[in-house]
């Protein structure tokens, strides 16, 4: 079993402006390049971004280069200090100094007149973490930043970017952890630990309360399996009131191994299929975060567990499930298993009537075919939603490009057989990624704002064994609670009416 524990590495400001903290073994140096910045020219270093060229000097310099100072936005920034960090760790790997490490660090200083000081600083502080944790190092690192001001605002976007980094690196530990070590029983295990660690409530729905609840649909992509479903769900209460309805529910698909069932996948599509879980994973990684974040409002998380095999009992294609909704649904392909299981966690989170369902699934494939590796396809029912997700998205510099609710492809998503409502497969092999978006929105009431997040493309990097997921969606998703502290949804609909 991998550990899947916070990483030890932190970050602080040091109360000197641009000058070193006490023992510091490394400065790392942000440079713009373009007409208008002093960039230093240094071959082959020209500020390009994401550039870093280590220069010697006691203590030895990072220059990272930042790209155009016009271009500067949050997802630059956070690609230029993950890769700052990458090359921190890669060069204290297998050094042991048997102290923690100081690293100054001066990018958040020279990002802030284009992002802002608070943003700049949580971006930064978040980025230059997850680049580290990309190496298991022998001592701690702290990153001391350099050149700003000490006070309450500086101090507050330090902590939420080490949160937030703690909660990617949980959502990508977990992600990473293959199907034998996260089987959907040891995943509700984990969740209940987490849960128990940072406040939140929880409650696991086994297999035989699923049945007698009627999770027809989460049962139906489970049945192949000899590892029995989950429903996990865990709630975020500031104020310990179980009764009052969540600001938001999050939902997140938790296929821990997807073979494609019956339907099977080749061995090659087969590979890496433990990160089918992804979503889940982000979802309880953010619900982790909120009480150390200081989140003032209701959240729920809900986790669909379930493993897609094509052992003795497993669904096959054609067969007829009812879904907790009462909604009946032809599994025409048991690899289109994620809508299927997505089903009866979006109708059981929405019988708990939340403000807004948002929700995140490595879904669809066409979703990566339409926007490339970088980019996150969103889906919006209801448009105040979509519009308040895309903006939690740019904020955090995490891509998410917003797709048409198509309902002029609804035939796509109806059974032709007699008293059946849906079915699992659209019959086209094109715009896959609208009607997946489609089946999901039959299972929540059209009075609760929906949208959803499709991120094959974004959540994993590398192929084959050497998969590794990212944990994108985490810090998005974050800002989207925060957001919601200022404006509920209801409101944001009544603005744009
Ligand atoms: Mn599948
Ligand atoms: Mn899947």
Redesign the pocket.
Known sequence: MPQIDASPNSASVTSTPRTDGPGTALRVLGRFCGPTSPVVVWNPFDGTAAQVCATGGEPPRLLVGLGEPADADPEIVHRCATAAGREIAAGLIGTARGHTVNVSCDLAAVTAGALGRRRAVRIVTAAVLEGLDSQELSDPVTILLTGLPDDATTQAAVRAGTIEARAVQLAQKLTNARANQLTPTRFADRAAEIAQSSGLWFRCLDDDELRELGFGALLAVGAGSQEPPRLVEVAYLPDKDDSVPAAIALVGKGVTF?S?GLSLKTPSAMTGMFTDKAGACVVLAVMSALGELGVRVPVRGYLPLAE?LPGCGATRPGDIVTSLSGKTIEVVDT????RVMMADALAWASRANPAAIVDIATLTYQAMIALGPDIGALIGRDEALAAQVQRAADTVGEPLWQLPFAERYRDQIRSSAPGVDLRNHPGTDVGRALTAALFLAEFVPTHIPWAHVDVLGPTLRGSGPDIRATGFGVRMLIRLIESLQDESVEQLRELSQ
């Open positions: 997807d494609g897609n690899d289109f298993e994620g």
